[in-house]
């Protein structure tokens, strides 16, 4: 069958996704539930390849997409690692949102309907990786929400540029610039789903339209609730089979032409956004948002709004690069420092009081 033939799922030795193949189907699972399926760069790779397989593989006629566990689908990139390694070298992060955005094409391109099996919370990238499949089932606990302009970061990698297609300009802005949750019947409400199914039980009966409230007992695994993903797994494999006994070529590219308009957007946008992205991480805003995000603290919005107000530098936590020692002569040390960071000297000459 040459170099397009099949490939067991198993011989890829995946480390943060599980892959499995058969029955026509599949399935592609972020396996990540201690960050909450969030993907590190590593996962990223790993994502891409997996798409590109099942898009060359013949005995697949369907792809499934969730993440491990039942508390989330995916949160998007990894925080910590975005704190860690990307305010610390911002060029790397050009590097990172070009795996981004080929495992987001894989998804777009890969020339079979994708399924997101919405199992938990599905945030920031997750939901941006959610609305590049073409159908979603969600769970009745779960959630979509958006998280940019809280972290110090856009949602650029697909938010910003589907969610007025899927829901229309002001519930995409008031998603994107209010980072508000989207309960599952809203988001069915809102087309950003196709079906929600009851995931809650108590005593062995599914609750239909649990509260908030019963939704956190079931999290926690208390007063006997509990998370049931069957249904999920019912709605799917049926919406799997429904797929199966379509005509292949037909489905490829009658997903290629619903395409256009996200592909009109992504296309537009993603190559200076991955741009702006990069540079905004040598700024405060990524600095404090992700730090915030780690330590588990609120981020300081109105302290960095006030220092523009008040003439001070937002963008420099140290301020600008604007002073010259006058005992070594070392340039461009930050407007804030009192004593030069490279000979120890007092910066105006004369040691304060």
Known sequence: MGIFGPRPAESHNFKDILYHKGDWVARITINRPHAYNAYATPTLVELATAFQDAAFDDSVAVVVFTGAGDRAFCTGGDVKEYAAEYTTAPRHYWKYMGL?????????????????????MAVGGGNESHLACDLSIMAEHAYIGQVGTGVGSVACGGATQWLPIFVGDRRARQMLLLNERISAYQALDWGLVNQVVPSVVREGSFIERATPEQIAWAQKGENGYRIDLSRLDQ????????????????????????????????????????????VHYTSWEPLEGMRAFVQKRPADYVGLRRRAAEGDSSEFVWGPYTQT???????????????????GKPLNGTEPA
């Open 235 to 278: 709605a799917v494999d049926a919406m799997c089979e429904r797929l199966v006994n379509k005509f292949a070529e037909c489905s490829r590219y009658t997903k290629q032409h619903a395409n256009f308009w996200k592909d009109l957007a992504w296309h537009q946008t993603i190559g200076h956004a991955r741009d702006w992205l990069a």
């Open 325 to 343: 020692c006058p005992a070594c002569g070392a340039e461009a040390l930050p407007a804030g420092f009192v004593y030069c960071g490279v000979c």
């Open 100 to 120: 981004f955005k080929a495992y987001i094409e894989s998804i777009l391109n890969c020339g079979k309907p994708v399924i997101a099996r919405l199992n938990g």
